[in-house]
Each structure stands twice: as C-alpha cells, then as structure tokens.
C-alpha cells in the first residue's frame, strides 16, 4: 500500500530552469494537496483540487501551476524558478475537501533553486 | 484568515517525563484541530484530532484539549519514549461550505533526552 507517492525527492534547479513535481495517490481520494515547507513557517498550501477536473489556488500560489491529470495523479509546475521557492514541498491527499478529516502526505521532494 | 500560533518552538524532555505543546487560534468558527507528527525525512502524520463540540481526547499516550472560549488546544504526550522525538504540528480548520480551510502552525521540535 503506497498511499502518496512523490517523484523526485531531490532536485537542485537553476534560476529561470522549469521543472514538474509529480504526485500519485492509491487510496481513491478524491481531493489532492500541494504544500511548501519553510523552516519557521509551518506548512503552507500552494494549490489544491478538490475533486477531479478543478483546482484552486491556496494561500502562496505564485510562480506555480497545478495540473490534475485524473482521479490520482496531481502535478505541480515551477514555469521559471527562483531562489525564493527552495522549499521542501509535499502532496498530500484527503478523502473529500469540505469534510474534515486526514490528510495523508507524500514524503517530500526536496527543491534548491540556485 | 485564520491566524495559528505554536508554542513552544523547540522543546526539550527527559524520557518518561510528559510534554505538553500549545497552539491558540483566532477564528472562533474554526472546529476541528487535528495534530501531526512529522518524523526526520517523512512527511506528517496524523496522529491526534479533535472537534469543537468535545473538550478532550485521549489516545494511548497522547491526548488533547480544547479550550474554545479562550481558542486554544494543547498536545499532551505522557511517559514520553525515543521515538517521540519529532516535530509537532497543530492545525484549525475553518468550514466554510465545502471548501473548508485548514491553517497549520509553525512547528514544534520535540527531542527526548534519554
């Protein structure tokens, strides 16, 4: 049972380099997560889709874009990455957004953008 | 938006003794406080929540309180062992129709002293 899959777990980018985080979850959640972590900062959220086929912005969506592919896989895009987003960044997945309850997170994909 | 403070940043505990970690939060219409341990390299796990209509929950060794007149929560972990040794995270959830959103705090540092 993989439950939220990451991929990659390390990258180092150079400033104005793109690159796609990829998320996969196999528990048929319906609502997916993208976070940053920032020391000091706690846990912010970028991006999420609610169901299959939407996607919202959260509290720090600028400079990325989200892509839900279907039911399982959601990516996040860096289009031109800057120094500001090295961060650890985690998916993370939820049965359905609106009903509170476990969110169940990836275990990272860790970003340096020189 | 709702604000959540966590104290204290880092904590130190000999093992056996109890640790106790606070979070207060602004808006009064938040309703659920879930708290997630986050092992070193792992992402966060749920290990504890509570609901508004309940003042207090017990899980082994791990229990939470809520205090909703004066908006805050503590994590309290008795008889503490090695493996407690994590960071700690408290979080509010807002409902507002189905798209309810979560405020994570910043994060505890927990080490156990053996």
């Known amino acids: 049972n993989a439950g939220v899959t990451q991929t990659p777990k390390f990258q180092v980018l150079k400033t104005g380099q793109s690159m796609t985080l990829q998320c996969a979850q196999d528990?048929?959640?319906?609502?997916m997560y993208w976070y940053r972590q920032d020391p000091g900062m706690g846990l912010r959220l970028i991006y999420y889709?609610?169901?299959?086929?939407?996607?919202d912005k959260g509290e720090v969506p600028n400079g990325y874009n989200v892509s839900r592919l279907n039911k399982r896989e959601f990516s996040l895009r860096l289009e031109s990455a800057a120094p500001s987003q090295t961060s650890v960044y985690f998916c993370a997945s939820r049965v359905r957004q609106g009903i509170p309850g476990e969110l169940f997170f990836g275990e990272g994909s860790r970003l340096t953008v020189l | 938006g709702e604000n959540v403070e966590q104290h204290p940043s880092t904590l130190s505990v000999q093992e056996g003794d109890s640790a106790v970690i606070k979070c207060t939060y602004s808006d009064s219409a938040s309703n659920y406080f879930p708290w997630y341990k986050q092992e070193l390299g792992k992402g966060p796990q749920l290990i504890i929540d509570?609901?508004?209509?309940?003042g207090e929950k017990k899980d082994q060794r791990i229990a939470v309180t809520l205090n909703k007149t004066a908006k805050h929560f503590s994590l309290h972990i008795t008889e503490t062992q090695p493996e407690d040794s994590a960071v700690y995270f408290c979080a509010a959830s807002i409902p507002n129709f189905g798209n309810e959103k979560l405020t994570f705090g910043t994060g505890t540092r927990l080490t156990i002293i053996p």
């Open positions: 528990m048929n959640h319906n609502s």
């Open positions: 509570i609901r508004s209509n309940v």
């Open positions: 889709s609610a169901s299959e086929g939407t996607t």
